[in-house]
C-alpha cells in the first residue's frame, strides 16, 4: 500500500512531471510563464502536449479535456479521445500543441447576459499554463480560460487571472519603492474552508425539494437541534468518517491540499479546509473539492449538501475565503515584519486593504450574492450583509496612534512617526478571532467569511484583488513622485486610516445595534438581498476601477449583473415552483387524509355514544380544516405571484419582484404547511423530516 507522500498528487501533470518529462529548454520556458506570468512561448505546445499525452496515457487516460468554469457557477468539460486513424487501419494516439493550446466547444448554451446573440454559437477555451494539468477518471484535464468569438470573457478564470496581474502590478510598484529590486512577482493566496452536509439518499430521494433546489423548502423544527453544541467538534460518526477518508485520498491523488476535517456545529453539517495557495489555482482546487465531494457521497449512500441554506432553524454552510498576498520570494506582505521599516511596508499594505474595502464594500457584497447565501448571511452563524473589518486590540492601537500622532501604547511607548527607526515592532496573533466579522484579520491573512458554501471563490476575490490593486496605485502615484518618501507615507497612511477609519469594528456583528449604527451613524451599505445589490455593479466608480485595470470591460459587467440576476430569478422561481407542487399534491392531501380520518373516528364513536364529546378530535379536525384551507389560499397566492412576474419589463425589475413579492408569498405558505406538520400523524407526513433527516447517519 502506497503512503501518502508517494501517491500526493500522482494524477497531476505538476513540477515534477514536468521536469522530469519536458526537454530542459522547454521546462524552463514553461516555469518562466507559470512563476512569474510571463508570456507563454506557444512554440513550446507541441512538446508539452506530446509529453502530457504519454503522461496521461501511462496513468491509462483515453480522453481529454479542456476544463473550464462558464458562468453557470459549476465546471464544464467536452471530451475527446486521444485516437486518430492510422494508414493501416487501425488508431493512433495523438495529441497536438495545437489541441492543448484552444479548444472549440459551442457556446450557444452558455449564459453570456447578451455578450453573443444567439446565432454566434461559437466559444473558445484557452490552456492556463498556471494551473497544473489533471487526470479525473479516464480524462486529462486541461484548466482553461473561456471567450467568446468576439474575445470576451465568458468564465470565471478570466476576469480572475486579469486581477491577479493587476495587483501583481501595482504590489511591485509598492516594493520598488521600500528598496525591494529583487521581489520579480507578487501574487494573492488563499485558503477556502468549506462547509458541507452529508445526509441520506434515502431521505433525500424522498424529499422533492431537496432534489430540486437543494434545500428543504419545508420542514418543521425538530425536536432537539444544535442546542447542545455536541455535533461541533465532537467524534465523527463511522459512515462519515469512511466518507472522508476516501475524499482526503481522492484529494490528495488531485494534489489538492487538504488538512482539516471536523464536525461543524449543525447536525449533519461538517468541514474541510486546505492548505493556502495562489488564487488561481485555489479556485480550480475547490471547484474540484465541490465536484469530489458530491460524487463520492454518492459511493456511500449520502447525499453532500452545498446549499447555503439547506436547513431553516440551524446554521447554513459558508465558505471562509483566507486571503493574503505574498511575493515569489516567500514574504507574506500581510505579516508584520521584524524591523520597523518591515513594520511601515506592513501597514501600507493594510492600509491598502482597508480602504479597498470600505471603498468597494459594495462589490464585496455583490461578489457573495446568491439567492441561496441571502437566507444565511445576517442569521446568527454567519456574519451580516453589511461589510467591516476585524483588526484586534492590539493593530486598532497602533492606527489610533498614528492618526493621533500620539505614543503607541504597546510593547514600545515610541512617538508614531513611520520612520526606519521610530516605529515600534508588535507582535503577531495578539489579539481573538472575531467570529462574527465579515472581514477579519487573523495574524497574517483576512479571513472573508461571507462567500456562501456553493459560491466559486473567483468571485471575491476577483474584486478583492481589485480593490486593493486600485489602493496600491493611488499609494503608488502619490510616493513615487514624493520629495521625501518617508513623510508622504505617513501623512498618507495617517489620511487612509482618518478617511476609512468607518469600517473597522472590533465588537458584536450579531447586535442588532452595530447595524444601526453601521447604517445610520458610520453610513455602511446594508444590500440584504441579491436583488438589493447586483445592480451596484454597472455603478460608475465600480465600472471605472474594474474598467481601468483592465479585469473587465463594460460589456463584460453588464452581462454579468444580467446572468447573476437571471440566476436568482431562476433559482427562486424554481423553489416557488416546488412549493406549489409540494404543497398542491402532497402535503395539502396528506393533511385532509389525516382530518378525514379523525372525523370517520369521532363520527364512529358518537355513532356508538352520542354524549361522547370527542374535545380533543373534534378541534384537531378543526384546526387541520382550518390550515388546510390557509395552504390552499396561499399556494394560489403564490401561483399568482409567479405568474405576475411575466409583467416585469426587465431583469432588474423581475428581480424587485421575486424580492418583494415572491419570496413573501414562499414564507407565508411554509409556515402554515410547517404547522400542519406539527398537528399531523407521523404516518400521514408524506416526506421525511428534520428530525429523520438530520440524525440519519450513523
Request: some cysteine.
Amino acid at each position: 500500500m502506497k503512503t501518502i507522500p508517494e501517491y500526493f498528487g500522482s494524477m497531476v501533470f505538476d513540477d515534477r512531471v514536468m521536469k522530469a518529462k519536458l526537454p530542459a529548454k522547454v521546462y524552463a520556458s514553461l516555469k518562466h510563464t507559470i512563476d512569474e506570468g510571463a508570456a507563454l512561448d506557444p512554440g513550446l505546445a507541441n512538446a508539452v502536449a506530446a509529453a502530457m499525452k504519454d503522461w496521461a496515457i501511462s496513468k491509462g487516460a483515453t480522453h481529454f479535456t479542456h476544463w473550464f468554469q462558464p458562468l453557470t457557477g459549476i465546471t464544464a468539460e467536452k471530451h475527446d479521445s486521444f485516437i486518430a486513424p492510422s494508414p493501416d487501419g487501425g488508431v493512433i494516439m495523438e495529441f497536438s500543441g495545437k489541441g492543448l493550446i484552444k479548444g472549440e466547444p459551442d457556446a450557444s448554451s452558455f449564459p453570456s447576459g447578451g455578450l453573443r446573440a444567439t446565432f454566434e454559437a461559437r466559444g473558445y477555451t484557452a490552456w492556463d499554463p498556471t494551473s497544473y494539468a489533471f487526470i479525473k477518471g479516464n480524462t486529462l484535464c486541461i484548466p482553461t480560460a473561456f471567450c467568446s468569438y468576439g474575445g470576451h470573457a465568458l468564465d470565471k478564470k478570466t476576469p480572475l487571472l486579469r486581477s491577479m496581474e493587476a495587483l501583481n502590478k501595482q504590489a511591485l510598484r509598492i516594493l520598488r519603492l521600500f528598496g525591494n529590486t529583487t521581489a520579480r512577482h507578487v501574487s494573492s493566496s488563499v485558503g477556502p474552508e468549506q462547509e458541507y452536509f452529508l445526509i441520506s439518499k434515502e431521505m433525500y430521494d424522498a424529499r422533492p425539494d431537496l432534489r430540486f433546489t437543494g434545500r428543504t423548502l419545508f420542514g418543521a423544527k425538530p425536536p432537539k437541534g444544535q442546542e447542545m453544541d455536541d455535533h461541533y467538534f465532537g467524534a465523527i460518526k463511522p459512515k462519515v468518517a469512511a466518507y472522508m477518508a476516501e475524499l482526503n485520498e481522492e484529494l490528495w491523488k488531485l494534489g489538492i491540499m487538504a488538512k482539516t476535517e471536523h464536525n461543524e456545529v449543525a447536525p449533519a453539517q461538517h468541514e474541510l479546509a486546505p492548505i493556502f495557495t495562489t488564487t488561481n489555482i485555489a479556485t480550480d482546487h475547490n471547484q474540484l473539492t465541490m465536484e469530489m465531494m458530491q460524487k463520492i457521497a454518492s459511493k456511500h449512500g449520502l447525499v453532500c449538501l452545498l446549499h447555503e441554506k439547506p436547513f431553516a432553524g440551524i446554521n447554513g454552510s459558508g465558505k471562509h475565503n483566507n486571503w493574503s498576498i505574498e511575493t515569489d520570494e516567500g514574504v507574506n506582505l500581510l505579516s508584520p515584519g521584524e524591523t520597523p521599516y518591515e513594520n511601515a511596508q506592513f501597514l501600507l499594505f493594510l492600509c491598502a486593504v482597508i480602504k479597498a474595502v470600505d471603498d468597494y464594500q459594495d462589490l464585496l457584497r455583490i461578489s457573495v450574492a446568491t439567492a441561496g447565501n441571502d437566507h444565511r448571511l445576517g442569521a446568527n452563524e454567519a456574519p451580516p450583509a453589511v461589510i467591516s473589518m476585524f483588526l484586534g486590540d492590539e493593530l486598532n492601537a497602533v492606527l489610533e496612534a498614528i492618526e493621533n500622532d500620539t505614543p503607541y501604547q504597546g510593547a514600545e511607548k515610541t512617538q508614531m512617526k513611520l520612520g526606519v527607526d521610530v516605529l515600534p515592532k508588535f507582535n503577531r496573533d495578539a489579539t481573538d478571532r472575531n467570529r462574527t466579522s465579515p472581514f477579519a484579520y487573523t495574524g497574517n491573512k483576512f479571513e472573508f467569511r461571507m462567500l456562501g458554501s456553493s459560491n466559486s471563490i473567483a468571485c471575491a476575490n476577483i474584486m478583492l484583488n481589485a480593490a486593493v490593486a486600485e489602493s496600491l496605485k493611488i499609494y503608488a502615484d502619490r510616493l513615487e513622485g514624493a520629495p521625501d518618501f518617508e513623510t508622504a507615507l505617513h501623512e498618507m497612511i495617517k489620511k487612509t486610516i482618518k478617511d476609512h477609519k468607518r469600517i473597522i469594528f472590533n465588537g458584536n456583528g450579531y447586535d442588532d445595534a452595530w447595524i444601526k449604527e453601521a447604517t445610520e451613524v458610520r453610513g455602511l451599505l446594508n444590500y440584504r438581498t441579491t436583488a438589493d445589490c447586483m445592480p451596484h455593479l454597472l455603478d460608475k466608480k465600480n465600472v471605472a476601477m474594474l474598467t481601468a485595470h483592465k479585469v473587465f470591460t463594460v460589456e463584460e459587467l453588464r452581462s454579468r449583473r444580467d446572468i447573476m440576476l437571471e440566476n436568482y430569478c431562476k433559482t427562486v422561481t424554481i423553489e416557488a415552483n416546488t412549493m406549489i407542487d409540494m404543497a398542491a399534491t402532497l402535503i395539502a392531501p396528506a393533511v385532509a387524509r389525516f382530518s378525514a380520518d379523525i372525523a370517520r373516528n369521532v363520527a364512529a364513536k358518537k355513532a356508538v355514544d352520542p354524549s361522547i364529546a370527542c374535545a380533543y378530535e373534534t378541534g384537531l379536525v378543526k384546526k387541520l380544516s382550518d390550515l388546510a384551507d390557509v395552504i390552499s389560499a396561499r399556494t394560489a397566492e403564490l401561483q399568482n405571484a409567479v405568474i405576475g412576474l411575466c409583467e416585469a419589463g426587465d431583469i432588474v425589475e423581475e428581480s424587485g419582484l421575486i424580492r418583494d413579492k415572491v419570496l413573501p408569498k414562499m414564507c407565508e405558505l411554509r409556515l402554515a404547511c410547517d404547522e400542519a406538520e406539527t398537528k399531523t400523524d407521523k404516518k400521514y407526513w408524506p416526506m421525511p423530516t428534520y428530525a429523520d433527516i438530520l440524525f440519519s447517519v450513523r
